[in-house]
């Protein structure tokens, strides 16, 4: 049996996410959503599967995806859901385009990226 001595400091818990944590994150959700459809391609390609009506290259993954953006969304306090839309709308990013998105003032919002929307997100974008 293993024994444990816990201090008053164990008991703190801290809900932030840096930017670099942020970052990885996307990044990493972005690389598995990139190989599921490389696969899906693969499978689309394939001239033994010619007769496959469904190929789903996601069954061969374990994601998590949903439950990762669902937790980020909380930490971040991301009520309107721009993670889901920077993720599922904009693919990451990559189809943001300069003036897609505004402020109630008419002021470009840059979602870019995921430093970007993570600077938002957190305020420091004026």
């Known amino acids: 049996m293993i024994h444990r001595v816990l201090h008053e400091t164990a008991k703190e818990f801290s809900t932030s996410v840096s930017k670099e944590e942020f970052i990885e994150i996307l990044n990493r959700l972005r690389d598995s959503s990139d190989l599921v459809s490389k696969v899906d391609e693969l499978f689309r390609n394939s ?3 010619v007769e496959c009506d469904f190929c789903n290259g996601a069954s061969l993954q ?3 995806e ?8 909380k930490l971040l306090k991301d009520e309107v859901e721009n993670i889901d839309y920077f993720i599922y709308e904009l693919d990451y990013g990559r189809k943001y385009e300069s003036g897609m998105i505004t402020d ?8 870019s990226s995921a430093e970007k929307l993570y600077d ?3 305020g420091e974008v004026k």
């Open 47 to 49: 001239r033994e599967n």
């Open 62 to 64: 374990i994601s998590h």
């Open 66 to 73: 949903s439950t990762v953006v669902f937790l980020l969304r």
């Open 104 to 111: 109630e003032n008419g002021h470009d919002i840059d979602f």
């Open 120 to 122: 938002y997100l957190i």
